[in-house]
């Protein structure tokens, strides 16, 4: 009897190299003759192919029906009023992503400080603002010269120096730049916050104790690994507030929807013409999704190998 805890040595007839059964075993023949039946999925197949079918028919609909006006569609989608509609877009895009995203990040900090009254007025601004409908907040801002004369600079509830007229100051392009970004900015302090948030706290931690000001912890440890978790949320911000613009037609502003209404309001294609505004919608966002690829790639080295 053996005395020791080792388990018993099998005969080395029954084992292979890797103490596995021997290519002469009958254990080894048994599984060669085993027959590998891959899983079957029919229910698959079936829903490729009834999405398929949806999908030919929804093409030769809009290859053969004559509703859609294709020659009215090419006539209008590159005429010089929808190019410069589309410029507008892309101006009242890009004003309320940059100013928006700017007064966003001093509002997530403001929000994220040890101060309560820093805390109070951000949190009382983000909750105005994403209660607010937008084009409430735009109808606000064209019609402030209703409630304002003129805006005056000086001493508080003292004399002023000097004063704009806001009829002149705030027209309906800068009363929309200023409705868009506003209403942006509480959007994008809960997105950098969030992100900011995702960093684990030992980075900064570590950092400080290596001694590194605080400033560039920021700036050079933490900003970079938030951004992984910011872009994707800021990209489709952004691509909402490109889509959104059309709201401000309200405002008789020539953006892309609203050239579009006046051009279909005069010659009665309105389905040619409401695809000329989809057509640059879905450029203009792809070429956003694609830049947005570009940008998360260069923030995800060193995380994704």
Do not use: C
């Amino acid at each position: 009897m053996s005395l020791t805890s080792d388990p018993p040595v099998r005969p080395p007839a029954e084992t292979g190299p890797a103490d596995g059964p021997k290519a002469d075993s009958p254990k080894a023949e048994d599984h060669a003759a085993l027959k590998v039946v891959p899983l079957r999925h029919p229910w698959r197949w079936v829903a490729v192919v009834a999405t398929a079918v949806l999908l030919a028919q929804f093409l030769n609909g809009l290859v053969t029906n004559p509703g859609w006006e294709w020659d009215v569609f090419a006539r209008f989608i590159t005429t010089e009023t929808i190019l410069h509609a589309v410029w507008v877009t892309l101006q009242l895009t890009f004003y309320g992503t940059v100013i928006g995203f700017a007064l966003g990040i001093v509002l997530a900090f403001m929000r994220m400080s040890s101060s309560p009254f820093l805390k109070a007025v951000s949190y009382a601004y983000i909750w105005a603002f994403r209660s607010i409908p937008l084009i409430v907040q735009l109808l606000f801002w064209f019609n402030l010269a209703y409630l304002y004369k003129e805006l005056q600079f000086g001493i508080p509830f003292g004399p002023g120096f000097f004063s704009f007229d806001t009829m002149n100051l705030v027209g309906a392009m800068s009363a929309a730049v200023l409705g868009l970004a506003l209403h942006q900015a509480a959007y994008a302090a809960e997105i950098v916050r969030g992100g900011i948030l995702a960093v684990d706290s030992g980075q900064s931690e570590a950092a400080a104790a290596l001694g590194i000001p605080r400033l560039r912890q920021l700036r050079r440890i933490v900003l970079p690994q938030a951004m992984r978790s910011i872009l994707p949320n800021a990209a489709n911000e952004i691509i909402s507030l490109f889509k959104g613009t059309s709201i401000v037609s309200v405002m008789a502003i020539g953006e892309l929807f609203y050239q579009v209404q006046v051009v279909y309001g005069r010659n009665g294609r309105v389905v040619p013409l409401l695809m000329v505004a989809t057509a640059w919608y879905i450029l203009l966002t792809s070429v956003l999704s694609v830049l947005q690829y570009y940008v998360e790639r260069h923030y995800a080295k060193g995380a994704v190998r």
